[in-house]
């Protein structure tokens, strides 16, 4: 898609976002679930498959080397500092022949391409080395788009006394979304870190945020986080 394209496809959205925030706004939507006591970052997806092009799970490259990665660089190097719990969320699978009588990914295979994710070829799920995990952090395989579905996730988060969690990754309209509905479902706080979360398909990052915000979590920039995660243990 065309600059001229992403330009006109974004002044659609922000109209249909404005006609949208006044109907919310009058029924009572889009309020504040707010920041806790003790953060966690989810960075959902954000492997090579996802993160690197020449996968069909490739997403937004521009974005991706220009806002994900480097708002992911400021918040690990907050969470780092200030000893805040970060999981690494991946997806693979091991069986990934959609003919097989039996797979773990369900019926999922009939929907996406499951032989691109091969858990056999760690490089494709490995996260990307710009925001490599480091000693201490957590590593999750997912199976499915959320990462508490089927996972350790919310178990660990309680165990550590975790009430808000800040998500990034891809995709907003499937991992990332579902991951923050589920999120909340589950007594948590999801804060969406605004610029660090992508996707393939031009206007998803848009739509999905503004709806996220009206219904499921709070969206926050990448500079609000960073304070939040330097200054929360003060507080």
């Known amino acids: 898609m065309s600059n001229v394209d992403h330009a006109a496809l974004d002044k659609m959205l922000h109209e249909a976002f404005d006609a949208a925030s006044a109907l919310y706004k009058e029924r009572g939507f889009q309020r504040r679930v707010g920041f806790g006591k003790k953060p966690a970052l989810v960075s959902v997806d954000l492997a090579n498959a996802w993160t690197r092009p020449g996968n069909p799970f490739t997403c937004d490259q521009e974005k991706m080397d220009n806002e994900i990665i480097p708002g992911m660089q400021r918040l690990l190097e907050a969470c780092r500092a200030n000893g805040h719990p970060v999981i690494h969320v991946t997806t693979a699978y091991e069986i990934t022949?959609?003919?097989?009588?039996?797979?773990?990914?369900?019926?999922?295979?009939?929907?996406?391409?499951?032989?691109?994710?091969?858990?056999?070829?760690?490089?494709?799920?490995?996260?990307?080395?710009?925001?490599?995990?480091?000693?201490?952090?957590?590593?999750?395989?997912?199976?499915?788009?959320?990462?508490?579905?089927?996972?350790?996730?919310?178990?660990?988060?309680?165990?550590?006394?975790?009430d808000t969690i800040l998500v990034t990754g891809v995709t907003a309209c499937a991992?990332?979304?579902?991951?923050?509905?589920?999120?909340?479902?589950?007594?948590?706080?999801?804060?969406?870190?605004?610029?660090?979360?992508?996707?393939?398909?031009?206007?998803?990052?848009?739509?999905?945020?503004?709806?996220?915000?009206?219904?499921?979590?709070?969206?926050?920039?990448?500079?609000?986080?960073?304070?939040?995660?330097?200054?929360?243990?003060?507080?």
């Open 97 to 162: 022949d959609r003919k097989a009588p039996f797979t773990d990914m369900g019926l999922w295979h009939d929907k996406i391409p499951v032989d691109v994710v091969d858990l056999a070829d760690k490089d494709l799920w490995a996260i990307d080395s710009r925001i490599a995990p480091v000693e201490g952090e957590y590593t999750l395989l997912k199976k499915r788009a959320s990462s508490f579905h089927g996972t350790e996730l919310a178990g660990i988060l309680r165990a550590n006394g975790v």
């Open 175 to 235: 991992c990332v979304r579902q991951t923050i509905c589920d999120g909340i479902a589950d007594g948590f706080r999801p804060i969406a870190v605004k610029e660090a979360i992508g996707d393939r398909v031009p206007g998803a990052v848009a739509w999905n945020l503004f709806d996220i915000d009206a219904k499921f979590g709070d969206v926050e920039t990448v500079d609000t986080c960073v304070d939040y995660l330097n200054t929360v243990n003060n507080r």
